[in-house]
């Protein structure tokens, strides 16, 4: 179904004289991307209204993009495994926030972010020795990444210095730590 709004947008597009024929690709490439996209983050904003827990939904969604969109990650093959993978982790990141005790999420909190830096440092490293950073674009995608990071890590650090370190921060370090496991995933892939 996807698949073929893509095509009709795409081909009006070209019709229309909107899209030049040759660009075509990269705009049907682009526009399913932002459906599917569109669709996952629909799907948990209305599971994290049941769960009635916007605040950490948002703040998991924001660190997630945050970290995919320069740090990439693994990708499914295909739009229903993703869809699956990725909702379910979402929502195991909420009933995660949910069910834990909040005397315990402070200490959780200080555990995930030096976990997640611990990782962080581990993938830079990985990812240099594997010759990923040779090319121009790529270094540049790299150091926007670690300055993401950086700024992600000085905000968390600042909210548990300020004690303000609640259930949306935490699940924003969730989102933070599956994406690196993405990365993870995806250079144990490349390196095989």
Known sequence: MIDYIVKQITLRSVQQGIVE????PVIR?????????TIIA????????????????????GAVMGCRSFG????????K????????IFITTLAFVDILPPLWVSSIVILFVGGS???????????RQGGQAD???????????????ISFYA?????????????AVLASLCGCLISQLSVLIQLKGENQ
């Open 21 to 24: 024929e040759r660009n075509a």
């Open 29 to 37: 490439y682009g526009l399913q991307a932002m459906i599917e996209v």
């Open 42 to 61: 629909m799907s948990m904003i209305a599971i994290s209204i049941w769960f009635n827990r916007i605040p950490e939904a948002l703040a998991w969604l």
């Open 72 to 79: 990439g990650g693994y990708h499914a093959k295909s739009f």
């Open 81 to 88: 495994a993703c869809y699956f993978i990725s909702v379910t």
């Open 117 to 127: 830096v611990v990782l962080f440092a581990c993938l830079n490293a990985m990812s």
């Open 135 to 149: 090319t121009n674009g790529r270094h540049t995608l790299q150091k926007i990444s670690v300055t993401v990071h």
């Open 155 to 167: 905000f968390v650090l600042s909210m548990i210095l300020l004690q303000l370190a609640g259930t």
